[in-house]
Protein backbone atom coordinates (compact mmCIF):
# COMPACT_ATOMS: atom_id res chain seq x y z
CA UNK A 1 0.00 0.00 0.00
CA UNK A 2 0.83 3.60 -0.54
CA UNK A 3 -0.42 6.67 1.14
CA UNK A 4 -0.39 9.56 -0.84
CA UNK A 5 -1.24 13.53 0.37
CA UNK A 6 -1.46 16.55 -1.49
CA UNK A 7 -1.60 19.97 -0.18
CA UNK A 8 -0.83 23.64 -1.28
CA UNK A 9 -3.50 24.23 -3.50
CA UNK A 10 -4.99 27.68 -3.62
CA UNK A 11 -6.65 30.65 -5.50
CA UNK A 12 -4.02 32.94 -7.58
CA UNK A 13 -4.40 35.30 -10.08
CA UNK A 14 -3.21 34.87 -13.13
CA UNK A 15 0.42 35.06 -13.78
CA UNK A 16 0.70 33.87 -10.08
CA UNK A 17 2.79 30.73 -8.70
CA UNK A 18 1.90 27.68 -6.56
CA UNK A 19 3.67 25.01 -5.12
CA UNK A 20 1.86 21.94 -4.55
CA UNK A 21 3.29 18.76 -2.55
CA UNK A 22 2.50 15.17 -2.49
CA UNK A 23 3.84 13.39 0.39
CA UNK A 24 4.51 9.68 0.26
CA UNK A 25 4.29 6.81 2.66
CA UNK A 26 4.11 2.80 2.78
CA UNK A 27 5.94 0.62 -0.04
CA UNK A 28 6.70 3.70 -1.38
CA UNK A 29 9.74 1.40 -3.53
CA UNK A 30 7.21 -0.37 -5.79
CA UNK A 31 6.57 2.85 -7.51
CA UNK A 32 9.20 3.98 -9.57
CA UNK A 33 7.12 6.89 -11.17
CA UNK A 34 5.51 9.40 -9.78
CA UNK A 35 2.84 11.63 -11.30
CA UNK A 36 1.04 15.02 -11.58
CA UNK A 37 -2.35 14.73 -12.95
CA UNK A 38 -5.17 17.73 -13.23
CA UNK A 39 -9.46 17.04 -13.82
CA UNK A 40 -11.16 20.60 -14.95
CA UNK A 41 -15.05 19.89 -14.65
CA UNK A 42 -16.67 18.04 -17.49
CA UNK A 43 -12.95 17.22 -18.68
CA UNK A 44 -10.91 13.80 -19.10
CA UNK A 45 -8.02 13.82 -16.35
CA UNK A 46 -4.68 14.90 -17.80
CA UNK A 47 -1.10 14.11 -16.68
CA UNK A 48 0.91 17.07 -16.75
CA UNK A 49 3.85 15.38 -15.76
CA UNK A 50 5.64 12.64 -14.27
CA UNK A 51 9.27 11.75 -12.36
CA UNK A 52 11.07 8.52 -12.36
CA UNK A 53 12.06 8.34 -8.32
CA UNK A 54 15.27 6.52 -9.23
CA UNK A 55 17.01 9.08 -11.94
CA UNK A 56 15.10 12.42 -10.72
CA UNK A 57 14.25 12.95 -14.15
CA UNK A 58 11.38 14.45 -14.52
CA UNK A 59 8.88 14.94 -18.04
CA UNK A 60 6.21 17.27 -18.96
CA UNK A 61 3.24 17.49 -21.22
CA UNK A 62 3.59 20.26 -23.87
CA UNK A 63 0.47 22.40 -22.47
CA UNK A 64 2.51 23.33 -19.30
CA UNK A 65 5.90 23.06 -20.68
CA UNK A 66 8.43 25.74 -19.48
CA UNK A 67 5.91 26.38 -16.60
CA UNK A 68 5.26 23.58 -14.41
CA UNK A 69 8.68 22.04 -12.53
CA UNK A 70 8.27 18.87 -10.77
CA UNK A 71 11.23 17.62 -8.33
CA UNK A 72 11.50 15.50 -5.31
CA UNK A 73 12.77 15.51 -1.93
CA UNK A 74 13.38 11.63 -0.90
CA UNK A 75 14.49 12.36 2.21
CA UNK A 76 11.18 13.10 2.86
CA UNK A 77 9.65 10.87 0.27
CA UNK A 78 7.90 14.12 -1.17
CA UNK A 79 7.18 15.21 -4.59
CA UNK A 80 6.71 18.49 -5.70
CA UNK A 81 4.76 21.05 -8.37
CA UNK A 82 6.33 24.33 -8.55
CA UNK A 83 3.21 26.01 -11.04
CA UNK A 84 4.55 29.70 -12.48
CA UNK A 85 2.73 31.95 -15.04
CA UNK A 86 -0.25 30.13 -14.27
CA UNK A 87 -3.51 31.14 -16.49
CA UNK A 88 -7.11 30.06 -15.99
CA UNK A 89 -6.90 27.26 -18.01
CA UNK A 90 -4.49 25.73 -15.29
CA UNK A 91 -7.77 25.67 -12.86
CA UNK A 92 -8.41 21.78 -12.15
CA UNK A 93 -8.42 19.42 -9.19
CA UNK A 94 -5.12 18.69 -8.97
CA UNK A 95 -3.68 14.46 -8.07
CA UNK A 96 -0.44 12.74 -7.41
CA UNK A 97 -0.46 8.92 -8.37
CA UNK A 98 2.07 6.61 -8.28
CA UNK A 99 2.68 3.80 -10.78
CA UNK A 100 5.66 1.21 -11.46
CA UNK A 101 6.63 2.43 -14.72
CA UNK A 102 4.51 6.22 -15.35
CA UNK A 103 1.77 4.71 -17.47
CA UNK A 104 -0.14 7.54 -19.76
CA UNK A 105 -3.49 6.29 -18.99
CA UNK A 106 -4.96 8.02 -15.75
CA UNK A 107 -6.61 4.11 -15.66
CA UNK A 108 -3.34 2.38 -15.14
CA UNK A 109 -2.42 4.32 -12.08
CA UNK A 110 -3.67 2.80 -8.82
CA UNK A 111 -2.22 4.70 -5.80
CA UNK A 112 -3.82 8.48 -6.14
CA UNK A 113 -3.99 11.35 -3.27
CA UNK A 114 -6.83 13.13 -1.99
CA UNK A 115 -6.66 15.85 -4.32
CA UNK A 116 -6.34 19.45 -4.21
CA UNK A 117 -7.97 22.52 -5.90
CA UNK A 118 -6.06 24.96 -7.84
CA UNK A 119 -8.22 28.36 -8.85
CA UNK A 120 -6.88 30.72 -11.11
CA UNK A 121 -8.66 33.88 -11.87
CA UNK A 122 -8.20 36.30 -14.91
Known amino acids: QVLLVESGGGSVQAGGSLRLSCGAS????????MAWFRQAPGKERERVGYIYTVTGRAYYSDSVKGRLTISQDIAKNTMYLQMDSLNPEDTAMYYC???????????????WGQGTQVTVSS
Open 97 to 111: AAHPFCSRNWRDYDY
Open 26 to 33: GNTGSRNC
